[in-house]
């Protein structure tokens, strides 16, 4: 196991320590389990980072690291959703894209020749717009501007959803063709 991959590993066991501190009853809960956040999110940077920099890629990483974001991602949504912080159409929408993400890439890894769905600039501008949207709820900013976030975010998901469906279409399709040729 590199290290990248124990950042990331690092970054799944944040997950409890962030609900630890959200449902806390301490003085500034909220802003505290966005600290974690914001330290998983810096960690989600430098693990890709060191990876690609040091030739530390592996399947293990490839795997664990989507896993970590979603894991994150659901963990952040159902808080919120919980205390009533976003309305529960954002869970459900984001939630719905999410699980089809995670059966494509299982479809892919399983049955398709473990293939991996590439992240693109579509999923990282929707990433970036979820930590946007959790962060402006972190720091207390006003509420139409959280609300107009996590609308972004929704429809950024939705785009990026489409984008990542053609390239799952034309994986399988470009695998259906390999095996013909064989």
Same mark, same amino acid.
């Given at each position: 196991m590199n290290i990248a991959n124990m950042i990331t590993i690092l970054r799944i066991l944040l997950i409890p320590v962030y609900l630890y501190f959200f449902y806390s009853s301490l003085r500034n809960n909220i802003l505290l389990? @966005? $600290? !974690?956040?914001?330290?998983?999110?810096?960690?989600?940077?430098?693990?890709?980072?060191?990876?690609?920099?040091?030739?530390?890629?592996?399947?293990?990483g490839i795997v664990l690291d989507p896993i970590a974001d979603k894991l994150m991602m659901f963990t952040i949504l159902i808080s919120f959703?919980?205390? @009533? $912080? !976003?309305?529960?159409?954002?869970l459900i929408a984001l939630g719905i894209k999410e699980i089809a993400m995670i059966s494509g890439g299982a479809i892919l890894y399983l049955f398709k020749g473990k293939q991996v769905m590439p992240s693109n600039k579509y999923g990282k501008v929707a990433t970036l717009s979820f930590y946007a949207a959790t962060l402006s709820i972190v720091?207390?900013?006003?509420?139409?501007?959280?609300?107009?976030?996590?609308?972004?975010?929704?429809?950024?998901?939705?785009?990026a959803f489409i984008n990542y469906f053609i390239i799952y279409i034309k994986m399988g399709h470009n695998r259906l063709n390999d095996m013909v040729d064989k």
């Open positions: 389990a @966005g $600290i !974690i956040f914001i330290i998983a999110g810096i960690s989600d940077v430098l693990d890709g980072y060191i990876a690609r920099k040091y030739n530390m890629t592996s399947r293990l959703t919980t205390k @009533g $912080i !976003i309305s529960v159409w954002i720091f207390k900013l006003p509420e139409l501007l959280s609300t107009s976030l996590f609308f972004l975010t929704v429809a950024l998901n939705i785009i």
